[in-house]
């Protein structure tokens, strides 16, 4: 019997697709499969009409890029044909009249939308009914849990999420799949729900980073970057460990797998060491987010106050206390670290760091720290994680791979890199 559809990577069900040898119906019936019988121990989506993804499937000319991919939604982003509801009972019911930006430019690309994925409250702190797929007793991370829960558990090939802290790059490491936060701004925000306005990025998962960067590269409607600009000449590495006290042994023994991986293969890897200032931006971050959380979630705040969570009714007062001028020096602050913070880069490809401080946390009501994440959040840049083993409770662990804004392509092209160099010792 040969490879379940719902299994394969995109690249290659796209290509079996061109060729004739797997129907867009075919792989969309696959996904609905695994769906059907992960779906009630997971929890990874808050919307799906089956019915409704067979006719777009049959009616898919599995033309554009993305050659008919079904594709999750991270329920933060707004759907005409399903509801948004973006974590909140506020907003039960909701039904948006146009798609967001990326999902019209899904559909355009040759996409189909497979569903809406679980998010916590507003993308931030409060979680959902998902678990993680690889042991139902520990959380998926978050804010984009269900997205990615789905990818790695096979019940879609590729899916949205958004990042203001760590909501991409965590839940990728917890659930053992690729995440990618991409250049801030490099994908339009219309019809997502804000939480910072300053920091909200929309990214995207899947099980390879080729498949990321071929789903990436076709919403931006260019064409996909080569991903082997570092077979003749190794990439060199920085590594970077922030707050490195508050990361565990299975973070430190990936990251050091990884190590041992890229300098068997010829990379040079050096240390960064003295970037006090990097840790010290932590509190500007907390501001930006906490002012720019008050300021999204107003409406909500003054209509909808007793439908909030605790967290959001003490943050969202928090927020609303820092004055406008407060909130902008914070963001000056942001801004001038991140001109600094460039010289950091001089004659490196990549800084390599750990996702998280481990593996996925036991129990669903804490979607981990994103202390790990939110600083490189908050500089901008190109953020990609990738699979780096398993820990000592047999959950996945990863590694982090950052370059300079802008630097996305040579953020995958690295990720790429390590992808095969750990492949090469395993």
Sequence with gaps: MGQAPNTLSAVEAAR?????????????????????????EVGAFAHIDPEAVRV???ASRADGPLRGMPVAVKDLIDTADLPA??????????RPTEDAAVVTRTKAAGGLILGKTVTTEFAWRTPGKTRNPHNLSH???????????????????LAFGTQTAGSVIRPAAYCGVVGFKPTFGTHDRRGVKLLAEYLDTVGCFARSVEDI?????????????PLDGFDGAPPRLGIHVPFADRIDEDAAAALERVRIAAQTARASVVALVDWTAYEAMDEVHATVMTAGAARALAWEYDNAYDQLSEFYRETLTAGRAIDDAAYYDAQGKADKFRNEAAARLDGLDAILTVPASGEAPEGIGFTGDPMFNRIWTLLRWPCVTIPAGRGSHGLPVGVQIVTGYGEDARALAVASWLEKAMKAVE
């Design 16 to 40: 079996r697709i061109e060729a004739g040898t797997l129907t867009v119906e075919q792989l969309a019936e696959a996904c609905l499969a695994r769906i059907a019988e992960r779906e009630p």
């Design 56 to 58: 777009a499937a049959r």
């Design 85 to 94: 509801e973006y974590g909140s009972p506020i907003w039960a019911g909701n």
């Design 139 to 157: 959380t998926p991370g978050g804010s984009s849990s269900g997205s990615a829960a789905a990818v790695a558990d096979c019940m879609a090939p």
């Design 213 to 225: 960067a071929f789903f990436d590269y076709a919403l931006r409607g260019e064409t996909m970057p």
